[in-house]
């Protein structure tokens, strides 16, 4: 169904009035001002600030040009003849503090059990862990005699890098063998 307009109600336009746009040598041409491009974008967001730096870890070499000792040793003269001394008292401890685990014992477990620990700059000791473990509580009580350095305030020589002591981690193997 479509509504009519009445006649009455329609609006006639105007024509247009005439414009001479004609050129003669009176006419002035005008140049047309420089087409401006807005950019209706907004300006680009600063760049995002730089992250904070990272917290220096310092590094943990596994080989250094003087290798960590263990206490008792400082009084001798050469780095050799420290490292052997160093070495006899570190297994004096270690098979001094270990205790054969019962279960280990019972049931004929035997093997070598490996701690890795870090041996820091003032030559204290960190991280440990078992790194092999021939089961029956054997790496635990491996372990424990580690941490027992620290409790029983053994500070390590650090190993030492270009002259300056380092972080150096230490592999450490204890066999467990039944007599």
Not at 8 to 29: A, G, H, R
Not at 99 to 113: C, L, Q, S
Not at 144 to 158: Q, T
């Amino acid at each position: 169904m479509i509504e009519e307009v009445p006649e009455e109600e329609l609006i006639e336009e105007d024509p247009p009035e005439f414009e001479d746009t004609s050129i003669d040598e009176n006419t002035v041409m005008e140049e047309a001002p420089p087409e401006v491009k807005e950019d209706k974008a907004p300006p680009p967001p600063p760049p995002p600030p730089p992250p904070p730096p990272a917290p220096e870890v310092e590094e943990i070499f596994k080989v250094v040009e003087q290798m960590p000792l263990f206490p008792g040793c400082d009084d001798l003269g050469s780095y050799a003849e420290k490292k052997a001394c160093a070495d006899k008292k570190m297994l004096e401890f270690i098979y001094g503090n270990i205790k054969y685990p019962a279960i280990a014992r019972e049931n004929g477990v035997e093997g070598m059990a490996v701690v890795s620990f870090v041996v820091e700059k003032d030559g204290t000791v960190t991280d440990a862990s078992v790194v092999r473990n021939p089961g029956a509580k054997t790496g635990e009580e491996a372990l424990r005699v580690v941490n027992l350095m620290n409790e029983k305030g053994l500070k390590w020589s650090p190993g030492k890098q270009g002259g300056r002591n380092v972080r150096v981690q230490f592999n450490l193997p204890v066999k467990f063998k039944l007599e």
